[in-house]
């Protein structure tokens, strides 16, 4: 059943590397490759035995824990037998001017997916935030506790995780380590849950917002209180 | 191994990545560590930034493979910028891997038509364009596989310089097996590919063309490993595996509470 799942898996996972268009012209290879790829076989195999070796590799070590852009080093020869796929296409119709019409709308139509919006748009306000913290304190460069690491590189600061750290953070901060800062973003729950719980109970004011992924920055009040930051005017909300 | 289509598909592709290298918004989770790793091997040598003391959560060495970030060092010296020197790294990958893709399928099929259909489609794909200009590995990955696989084909069909081009295969495939770990199994492909499937080359030399990549890749891996037992304290194969040796907390413990780490095995 485990190796039942691993396998929808890999296929899953490769499906969203390789895409609709590749995933299409690989069908129409199995369909017609033995017509027009004959004294080729050496080439095709040679091609496969890359993707084959990926897929048992991450069936049998990774399972579910695979990822899509981990079979994206084997992409190029998803991409080559996906060629020849096309290759038949080509061969099966006559007509040049409706080859090229086609050849035309799949390369067209995959630059103007692959350049539809900024890469990474969705993580711009941890950029902003991150920028912003350190325009606010430009000094710091002391550890910021953070589920999300992006904003705490922003703002030239070290990073330290929120997932079950608590009772180093705890034992740290006792020893006199200085936690200035927390950034929170998203819900916390899990094996982070306890930082959100943490700046709630221990009065660490809000001193930043951005309302669309609900990232908050924190200012540790002992640390404010030395620096009489504490109380500035967040941009993006109010202060709690 | 070059056309005027080829030059226009390749033009293309670099303009597509620069732009989307100029306007990317974000970058992913692991790419501040990748940063963190470039800047220090600009400024303290590669080996430094091998070790991993400098960023959370301070294994005893650099859980981020080597290549990409040395790769991403030296262009790190011109631009100053770390991110951008690693998305830069990402799209010459990129943009070097349609070539790449072009000369396999030149030499699997001797047809320019299949050759430039693996060119013009590596370089228009979606994802993997908008891969190529983020801050990740596996681009220079792709890269290195689909290169060692180019100087393995050239070493099947080579008539005196093939002991060289094996070398050369075993050498690229440590470099990809130092981008990421799953490399490795690129290796037993070619193997077997060597042994069982490339036509018409005589048993002698299919034996003699596994073992000099293996000697190749262990000429390399051998030191390597040494390296990372006298820094690490335990024996490993690449510094990847150093994260199932001791969790973050764990190596947390160590470097800032200077604790010793099997003392607290059940911390998390």
Known sequence: MQLLSNLARQFEQIYDTVDVVCVAALVYLVARGWKHLKGHRFGVLALALPVLSYFLLFTFMAGSRVQERYYRPVLPFFVALSALGLHCLTEDIKNRKVVYGILGVIFVGLMVAGLREPVRAHRRPQTEAGLWLKNHDPDYKGFVLSNYSQPVFYAGMRHFDTIGTEELFLELLARGEPFKYMILDGEMDGKEAWAGQYVVEHDWPRIYYNQERDLRIHENPQCGEQTGRQGRQAPDGPLL | ?268
């Open chain 2, 1 to 268: 191994m070059f056309s005027k289509k080829l030059a226009i598909i390749l033009v293309v592709a670099s303009v597509a990545r620069l732009w989307l290298v100029f306007t990317a918004a974000g970058i992913n989770s692991d790419a501040f560590k990748y940063a963190l790793t470039t800047e220090r091997m600009a400024e303290h040598g590669l080996v430094s930034g091998m070790r991993g003391d400098f960023f959370w959560p301070y294994y005893s060495v650099n859980r981020r493979l080597v290549v990409y970030p040395f790769l991403s060092s030296i262009v790190y010296r011109i631009t100053g910028d770390s991110i951008l020197s690693l998305r830069l790294v990402s799209a010459a990958s990129g943009v070097a891997l349609i070539w790449v893709l072009y000369a396999i399928a030149m030499e699997l099929f001797k047809q320019e038509k299949i050759a430039l259909l693996s060119a013009g489609l590596m370089a228009f794909h979606y994802e993997f364009m908008r891969a190529s200009a983020s801050v990740y590995r596996e681009v220079t990955m792709a890269l290195l596989l689909a290169f060692a696989f180019l100087t393995f084909l050239w070493t099947l069909r080579a008539k005196r310089t093939w002991p060289l081009l094996a070398l050369l295969t075993g050498l690229v495939l440590f470099a990809a097996f130092l981008t990421r770990p799953d490399g490795a199994a690129i290796a037993v492909a070619l193997g077997v590919t060597a042994l069982c499937v490339a036509p018409g080359i005589a048993w002698k030399r299919r034996m003699a063309i596994c073992l000099i990549m293996g000697l190749a890749f262990l000429a390399l891996e051998v030191p390597y490993v040494l390296w990372l037992k006298k820094t690490s304290g335990y024996w490993l194969v690449n510094q990847w595996q150093i994260q199932r040796k001791l969790t973050e907390v764990q190596s947390t413990r160590r470097f800032l509470l200077k604790e010793d780490p099997v003392r607290h095995a059940t911390v998390e």
